[in-house]
């Protein structure tokens, strides 16, 4: 291994609001960031339409749009980008250099920052991912307005299907919530909250069988299946909210971090450090409650600080890191 290989002040692995946002911070205080993006880079809004709940835009912003706004914001003060996947890292635990593997590439790094977000999961049926940003969707307090006067359904049973019904109720002339048994896993204070809501009934023992797109090629139909004996029915709708989880992108650093036990990367309370020295989480990956993209930009900006603040005060000695190399390679 040769010594004169760059060391990077911060990678950030992942993108989305989170990931540009920290690149933007580090790359103003001149830390020259490196944002490994992935092929599918800007994260989820890469996949939606109207973004109305941004603050800034007050005529709204197409999710792809304002994605590009983001990294083009952080290119223009010195971010460079690989839009490539990372393949795999492995975290010094003693605050040492970190590496991580892109392609055939393995950069080394003082902080990493993990922002490689969360996805919800789905449903899986035919027309789903046709009909994704048509009529289905998979974030209530994202989308529920489009949805004014309209009919709905919500499919889950969880607390999050609860409470997307609830919050959707508000805005939809009909909330059904579709669930395959008769028993919901919801808090019973959710699922009273719920029922005693005049436009909100329950499905069930159902699942979705399929959607179908209507005349204009949005979403006009549910086809659900009963559980109990199999039986169709037929529901006319114009959209569908899929509430039973998220799952975040974890993966890549699973057996590196502390993650709960759901996945989520584990961070000290009021700030982004994980329980390894100059590494850093945020966005989706973190979050489990509120996963906005406002919320992402914000702990992306507080990570970007961490690490500002972890270099200034404890910056690690690459020359160790040389030494240790060499002497690992003494011993094979």
Not at 13 to 22: D, R
Not at 101 to 119: C, F, H, P, W
Not at 210 to 219: I, K, Q, T
């Amino acid at each position: 291994m040769s010594e004169d290989r760059k060391v990077e002040n911060v990678i950030i692995v992942g993108s989305g609001p989170a990931g540009y946002t920290a690149a933007l911070y580090t790359a103003r205080a001149d830390l020259e960031p490196l944002v490994v993006e992935g092929f599918l880079w800007g994260g989820l809004l890469q996949q939606t339409t109207d973004v109305e709940n941004y603050p800034g835009y007050p005529e709204g912003v197409l999710g792809p749009e304002m994605m590009q706004q983001f990294r083009d914001q952080a290119e223009r003060f010195g971010t460079r980008f690989l839009t490539e996947d990372a393949q795999s890292v492995e975290l010094s635990r003693d605050g040492g250099l970190h590496k991580v593997l892109v392609g055939d590439r393995e950069l080394l790094a003082k902080t990493v920052i993990l922002s490689m977000g969360a996805e919800p999961k789905k449903l899986g049926v035919p027309g789903e991912e046709e009909l994704a940003a048509r009529g289905v969707s998979y974030c209530a307090t994202c989308d529920a307005a489009f949805f004014r006067d309209k009919t709905t359904i919500v499919v889950g049973g969880g607390d999050t299907a609860m409470e997307d019904a609830t919050f959707l109720s508000r805005f939809a002339k009909d909330v059904k919530i579709v669930h395959r048994r008769p028993e919901f896993r919801a808090s019973a204070i959710m699922l009273d909250r719920a029922k005693e809501i005049d436009n909100v009934e329950l499905v069930t023992p159902y699942v979705v069988d399929r959607f179908e797109p209507g005349e204009n090629g949005s979403l006009g139909k549910a086809v659900l299946e009963s559980t109990a004996d199999g039986s169709e029915r037929e529901l006319e709708i114009d959209g569908a909210f899929v509430a039973i989880g998220h799952r975040p992108n974890s993966d890549l650093v699973k057996g590196e971090v502390d993650l709960d036990e759901n996945g989520y990367v584990l961070v000290e309370g009021g700030s982004t450090r994980t329980n390894l020295p100059g590494v850093f989480a945020a966005g989706d990956l973190v979050d489990h409650t509120y996963r906005q993209a406002v919320t992402a930009a914000g702990t992306g900006c507080m990570a970007a600080l961490d690490a500002e603040w972890y270099l200034r005060d404890t910056p690690p000695d690459p020359e160790a890191h040389w030494v240790s190399e060499k002497a690992k390679a003494a011993t094979i």
